[in-house]
C-alpha cells in the first residue's frame, strides 16, 4: 500500500515529536501542513526549539544550508533555536543506507 507525502511527514514529525517528549520538552507543537518555517516547536525548561523536518535524506551540507537560510528567512536567533533535522546516510557495501537516528543541524 503506497503511503502520501503528508502521510509520510507526519508520522516523522510524530516520532521526532516523541523523541523530544523523551528529551525532557514540557511541551511540542506541531504546524500542520507545515504552512511556517518550522514543523515543530518545543519547550524545554532552559530552551525554545524550533524544528524544520525534512523525511528524505539529504545530506548534512545541504540540511547546514537549509538551516543558514532559515536563519536568514526568520531572524530567530536570539528567540528561539532553529534545527533542520533529518535521517542520517552512511554507506555500506556500496550503497546508501538510511538508518533511523535523527541527524540534527
Not at 16 to 27: C, G, I, M, S
Not at 32 to 56: H, N
Not at 68 to 91: A, E, F, K, M
Request: net charge positive; hydrophobic share 40%; aromatic share 12%.
Amino acid at each position: 500500500m503506497a503511503v502520501n507525502t503528508s502521510a509520510k511527514g507526519a508520522a516523522y514529525e510524530n516520532a521526532f515529536r516523541r523523541t523530544l517528549y523523551e528529551r525532557k520538552a514540557v511541551w511540542v507543537t506541531r504546524a500542520a501542513a507545515s504552512k511556517g518555517p518550522f514543523d515543530l516547536v518545543a519547550c524545554f525548561p532552559d530552551a525554545i526549539c524550533a524544528y524544520q523536518l525534512r523525511s528524505a535524506t539529504p545530506s548534512c551540507k545541504t540540511a547546514r544550508n537549509v538551516l543558514r537560510r532559515l536563519v536568514v528567512q526568520t531572524g530567530s536567533w536570539p528567540h528561539y533555536l532553529p534545527y533542520v533535522v533529518h535521517r542520517r546516510r552512511r554507506i555500506v557495501k556500496g550503497r546508501w543506507v538510511v538508518e533511523e537516528e535523527y541527524c540534527e543541524h
